[in-house]
Structure formats: structure tokens, C-alpha cells
């Protein structure tokens, strides 16, 4: 049963939502409004009738009973906005945010941009008209272009003016004299900016599917038939055909009028896939990413609620997309941490897609060759279903992964970032004519400044960072407020001139394989160098047109892409991920290093990857290496289970900011000690206040206090009380308050 009175907004825009009114529920409405529903309210003086969203139920007034207005009518069609915001209201109570930051990334704001204008030319003649005007003009040299664009007129009666020019080699002034004797009109067309160009796309069709793939795809259908919302792990290595599996279960989605969601982790790094699906499904095909234009973004999700886009591809924020009728959602890469935002509300791209499966009775897809220890653990107690593709779906040669023992070249005198044993097959391969990636496990992060005698690291003055050195520039660059100075000769701290630069960022070792393989093209792909909106794929294309030998790159290069002739990767520091403070560090460990080695021998050749690491014996390394998946979940899930962390604990961080440190320091113990009673009663352990992992960030202090329960609810009841808490509080000097529930980065 709800409430008497109903808030209901008027329209949904962020501005809006401050202005949230209150009806009254008329007895036969109580049993059918719900959060979301659309309904008629009488508005403003003249009770002027209006429609409205229902936000929320409650049973007291703040105002004078006898002014209260009831609800007129309740709509039984509901819309993509009433779906939005049910969404909404489940994403306040499950990321303790508040309604308005959930409802602001739901719903982009409007932006009144010009849209593009394409002038278009339509021919007026038949063709058979076209062909004996052409007779006539043919052969006669001063008509040359004119017959031309008839020629191509005669192929497209409606096309743009750009592309027949074009097509026709004329110029703009013959088209002038077609104008004028009205064989072709102009038209000028609102085209909807879509932020690839279809044009050049070859169509393709569906490939026959193997045993496995069948097997899933079938799995998939019934769900689908049945109007159940199953989730499904597609466990299966890069190759094995799962993105296949998911463009034909699409394709039965399309038949039934229905829309599918496609996520991929980071959609600069994947422009592959969106072409694959461009090619299948054509301009049906939305995308949304953070480098469209604030134009473009809007574009897009008119156009998919409007039903003109069936498919939205995308990072975490294709979730929203305001499809009307949902069939398929899909998660590829579901391990991937950047599922989660950063950004309140934290989210995570998985429990929105299940939410909005349910809502929709439509199954979900979870890929990846390594899921999230989580999401096999559900797998393996039935929650999730498991389907595996456990072949490489084109015949293909196996990889050869081996480990180097890094502290044994140490002992052997060899004291370079390169083992003997990674040198020789670099060479080996040059010499073959084919190409190499060379994996650092971290940007630049490695490559701090420090004085040899004193020890003394030179940090970013604003944060609590150490400043990374760039060789190129030589200078000292904060890479999280861009703070930078001058590479200095002497120690600030002791005056020595010992001061050295530390491990090895990307920069470090461009340079070293450049002098030792002084034949070889280098190129490096790292956050410096990608920059743009293209930058990626120009850095890509570059290596895939063998414009370069060996691509030393960050994570980046381990994603997605697939190199025919790439047959050797090398993996310089597989432990660097390895004992960071974060318990997911193996699983982290595990999945890099898995997906870095998948990039060799994807074409015919046989593929090569050497692992350096300084702990060849720990289980992350050792399933990396033996490609073994299942070893490691074993491991990995023991691990878990013994020290209560996720999937047997969920874990609530409270990050508290200020510029002032004292005042923040104080803040925290007083929640702390209020929200203590917790500890005894519900459950629930508490650990901190403690500084966080990077203190200061562009001179404001961070803390932070962590929660861990059993009980997913309990941490969002304490989530509550902070925040009444904080009411009492002056929370003047305050920077953020930010709560992140079972955070995929540690704090
Ligand atoms: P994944 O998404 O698991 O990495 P893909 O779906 O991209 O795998 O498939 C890898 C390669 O194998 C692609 O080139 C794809 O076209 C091809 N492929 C996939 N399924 C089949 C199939 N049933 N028959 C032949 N080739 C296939
Ligand atoms: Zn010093
Ligand atoms: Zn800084």
C-alpha cells in the first residue's frame, strides 16, 4: 500500500527537480501508481491539466490539508522517462546518493546546438527520362560532367550533395543548370550527427556458429522467448566468438522490434567493435562516449528514444540508454573495474543492467575470458548461468607463454629492464619481419624522482604524489593536478647532486629499445600520446599498417585489439600490479597479464609471450602463465573467502575531503564515534579514519572510513545516519563527502 500523498515533478530536467510537488492519491489509484508513473495533475492557479511524474510516496504534509490538489488521471502507458526514473529512485537507496546526482547522469541535459545541416539532391526525372537525356548530351565534350552527375543520378535519386559532386567529379555550377530546368531539386535535411561515418561500411552477414556458440546462443534465445531476465556468463578467451554470440542473439532482438545494449569498457580503445557491429546492423547503431560532443551525446539519446537507433554501444553509461523496449543487454569485458564510477553516484554498470533487465523480463550477457571472481562465484552457485566457449573460434595456433625470473638475471649480472632470454626474441622476431608489443604494467607511475643518498622522493607540493620524471621534456610532472617543473641537479632536501630517476615509465623504455634495436620503428601508446578525440586509432592504425615494429604501451595495449602479425608480446613487469594495497591486486594482476599475452598470434602465426616477473610462484603468475582461468578462481576465491572480502563481504568507504587538515582529521573521528554503536549491534566492523591511499589531492586532505558487513542493507541504513548526522554538523569547511559501496579501486 502507498502512501496518501504522491510527489510528482512536472517535467524531467535536472532544474526541475527542485521543484517537486504534492498531490493527493485518489483512493482508486492506490493501488495501481507506482514510482514513475505518468499522470495528469491539475496545475497552477487555473488548475491548468498537466502531465507529471511520480517520484515517491509519503503520508505527511507540510502544508495545510484543505489545499491539497488530488491526481486527475493516471496514464497506463508508461514511458522510457517513467522507467528512468523508478531507476533512479533504486540507484538513491542501493548508492546512498541523492536523487538529483542519479537523475543528472539518467538524463542528459539539452543542449541547443544548431544541428548540421546536409543539403540533399533529389531528381525530379524517371529513368527513363534520365537515359534519353543523357542519349542527347553524350559525346559532346562541353557536357562531360553534366552527364556524369545524370549518371550517378540515374543509380541515386536522392542523395547528398556533397557525395554527388563528388561521385561525379562536377562542380557545383553544373549542378546549377539541372536546378533551373528542374531535372533535380535541393533539399536541406536535419541529419542527426552520428559519430562515425556509415558510408564505408561492407555489410556483413551472420557466420554459421560452432557447437559452443550454438549451445549459448540457444540458452540465450529461450530466456529471451520466456521474457526472463537470466544472467548469463559468457566465460570464453579472446577469440572464442562471443562477440558473434551476442550480434546474432541480437539479431533475433531486432526482429521483434526490440533494442539491445552493447557495453565495452572504454569505447577510444575499441573502435573494432563498434565497426564489427556497424557492419552488421548498419545506422541502427547509437554510440556514447565520453568524447562526443555535449551535441553529439544529445543527438544520440533522442535518436534511440525516438526508436531510430535499436543498438547502443558504449562505456558504462550506454546503460541508460532511453530504449523504450529492451531485449538483450550486454557486458563484454564484465571484469573490467571501469563498470564502476568513479563519480558519485558509484554505481556499477552490472547492477543497473540487471535492474533494467528486470524491468525489461530480458536476459543479460556478462563476457570476458577472465570474469570478476564476483560474477563466477554467482556463476558457480547457480545465480548466474555458466556458458563456455572453450575453442578459439577460427582454427588457430597456440600461444606459448613462458616466465623469466627476473631476480635470477639480477644474479646473472644482467641488470637492464630486458631479460636475456625477452632480448633474444625481440630479435629473433625483427628478424622475421614481424611485430611486438611490449606491455609496462603501469603509466609512468614507476618512474619517480629520488636523491640516492638521502633517499629524499621529490613529490607534487599539492598532492601526495610522487612527481613523474618525462625524459622528453625533462621535466617533473604530477599526473593528477599537472603541476610540473623543471627535472632538477641537486636534492632538495640534502643538496646532493645523486638524485636519479627510479624504475621504468614508457618513456624509459622507448628509449632503451631504441638504442638497443637501433633498426627497429617504435612506437608508444600511452595516455601522453593518445590524446584527441582519434588519438587511439591513430596510434593504432599506425601499428596495424606496420608503420612501426614494436608498440611499447600501458594497459591500453592490452585491450581489445587484434594485430594479425604480432607474434611476440612481452610482459616487462607482470608484478608492479602484483602487491599494490588493494585486495583485488591479484585478480588485477591475473586479468592483465591474460589479456596482454592473448594479443600475440592472432593471425596465422603462432604466437609467443614472455612473462618477466620477480615472483614466478605466485598464483596469479602461475595461472597467467598456464593460461588457466579456473586455477586461479580457486586460488583466488579461497583467498577471498578466508579474509572475508568480496563476494563474502560488502565493503562501504567513506571519503571525507577538506583543505584544512585538522578540521577534517576531527570530522572523521566524530562520525566515526557516532556511527560506532553500529559496530556492536548489526554487524558490522569499522576500520579507520586513516589518511587515504593518495592523502592530498591539489592541496584538499582526504580521509577515509571503511565499513565492511554482511548485510548490504545494514551499510545503507549507516549510509543514512551519516547523513543525518552530517545535518547537525556545520559542514561549511567541507570539501566532498563521497560513500562508495563495494568500491572496484581502493581508497
Ligand atoms: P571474441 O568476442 O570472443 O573475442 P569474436 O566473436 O570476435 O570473439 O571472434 C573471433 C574471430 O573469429 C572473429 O574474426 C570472428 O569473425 C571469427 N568467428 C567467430 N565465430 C565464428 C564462427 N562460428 N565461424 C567462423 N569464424 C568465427
Ligand atoms: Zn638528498
Ligand atoms: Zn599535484
Redesign the pocket.
Known sequence: MIGKYASVITQISVKNLEKVFTYGVPDTMRDSLIVGSVVEIPFGAGNRMIRGYVLGFTDTLDFDESKVKFIHRHYENVDVESELIGLAMWMKQRYACTLQTALKILIPSKVDVKKKQDTYIRCLLNPEQLSSMIEQLDGKARFESRVRVLEVLMKEHYIAKKSLLYKAEASVGVLKTLLKNHVIVQESENVNRLPYDVEDFEVTRGLSLNEHQQNALSAIEISMDQGKSDVYVLHGVTGSGKTEVYMQAIEKVLEEGKSAIVMIPEIGLTPQMVRRFVERFGDVVGVMHSRLSMGERFDQWQMAKEGQLKIMIGPRSAAFAPFSSIGLIVIDEEHEMTYKSEMPPKYHAREVAIYRGHYHKCPIILGSATPLVETYYKAMEGKYHLLQLPDKAKAANDLLVETVDMREELTDGNKSILSHRLHQAIHYTLEKKEQIILFLNRRGHSSFVS?R????VLKCPHCDVAYNYHKYKNTLLCHYCGDHIHMVKN?P????NHIRSFGIGTQKVEAYIKETFKDAKVIRMDYDTTTGKHGHQTVLDAFENHEADIMIGTQMVAKGHHFDNVTLVGVLAADMSLYVNDFRASEKTFQLITQVTGRSGRGHKAGQAIIQTYSPEHYSVVAAKAQDYTGFYKSEIAFRRMLRYAPFSNMMTILLSATDEQYIIRLSYRLKDRLVEYDEQEGVSILGPSPAIISKIKDTYRRVIYFKSDNYKVLTTVAGQLYDIMKQEDTRHIGAIQIDINPMMSY
Open positions: 636523491c643518498k638521502c633517499g629524499h636534492c632536501n640534502c643538496g646532493s
